[in-house]
Nanobody, 115 residues
Framework: QVQLVESGGGLVQPGGSLRLSCVAS????????MGWYRQPPGKERELVAT???????NYADAAKGRFTISRPNAKNTVYLQMNSLKPEDTAVYYC?????????WGQGTQVTVSS
């Protein structure tokens, strides 16, 4: 059983920053990809950024230059540093782990960008 727990969401003004954290626990294959997706109000869930256990990253165009994904020495932890936030970044942000053909999702954390 794999569990993902996100934290770090909240309310921030336009131009501000937030850092999201996700910790995975359970039986996790060492070769995996962790990442962040988001679901804006009334829209489909979409990719934000992913990072493999080997360090390969993938960013959505909307995230490039403003968001940074990282996986420090704690291998089953992933962060998303979000800078220069815009109102259109408002969404529920979900952490995902992909390993051995399986997707595991966190419960989501709300990010609201508003003045």
């Amino acid at each position: 059983q794999v569990q993902l727990v996100e934290s770090g969401g909240g309310l921030v003004q336009p131009g501000g920053s937030l850092r999201l954290s996700c910790v995975a626990s359970g039986s996790i294959f060492r070769l995996n990809t962790m990442g962040w997706y988001r679901q804006p109000p009334g829209k489909e869930r979409e990719l934000v950024a992913t990072m493999s256990s080997g360090g390969t990253t993938n960013y959505a165009d909307a995230a490039k230059g403003r968001f940074t994904i990282s996986r420090p020495n704690a291998k089953n932890t992933v962060y998303l540093q979000m800078n220069s936030l815009k109102p259109e970044d408002t969404a529920v942000y979900y952490c995902k782990l992909f390993a051995l053909g399986n997707n595991y999702w966190g419960q989501g954390t709300q990010v609201t960008v508003s003045s």
